[in-house]
């Protein structure tokens, strides 16, 4: 199970931080990603990470603003946002899929309840 939080309202130009918590003993073999999706959206790739850590790739929305990283020892990703912008508001889900996929691909087999994070202008 995944369970992402760290979402809330913060101004343009501010910063925050998202976790997601996952359980069980097999988080290190995951790869992990993080979605959105915003009001009468569909929901798009924002960021992802492989199972070490050590490949990112970003949406080229994000990339220079946010950073995907993990701990495996705390079975948690993050995902850090900074100079959020207000078009960056919606709810940011995580996921988890043993099958690196492309970015345009979000057939992961795991997913988060999602948190709403709200960028005002």
């Known amino acids: 199970q995944l369970q992402a939080c760290g979402g809330g309202l913060v101004q343009a130009g501010g910063s925050l931080r998202l976790s997601c918590a996952a359980s069980g003993r097999t988080f290190s073999s995951y790869h992990m990603g993080w979605f959105r999706q915003a009001p009468g959206k569909e929901r798009e790739f924002v960021a992802r990470?492989?199972?070490?850590?050590?490949?990112?790739y970003y949406a080229d929305s994000v990339k220079g603003r946010f950073t995907i990283s993990r701990d495996n020892a705390k079975n948690t990703v993050y995902l850090q946002m900074k100079n959020l912008k207000a078009e960056d508001t919606a709810v940011y889900y995580c996921?988890?899929?043993?099958?690196?996929?492309?970015?345009?691909?979000?057939?992961?087999?795991?997913w988060g309840p999602g948190t709403q994070v709200t960028v005002s202008s």
């Open positions: 996921a988890a899929d043993k099958v690196w996929r492309s970015a345009s691909d979000l057939a992961y087999g795991n």
């Open positions: 990470i492989n199972w070490s850590g050590v490949t990112t």
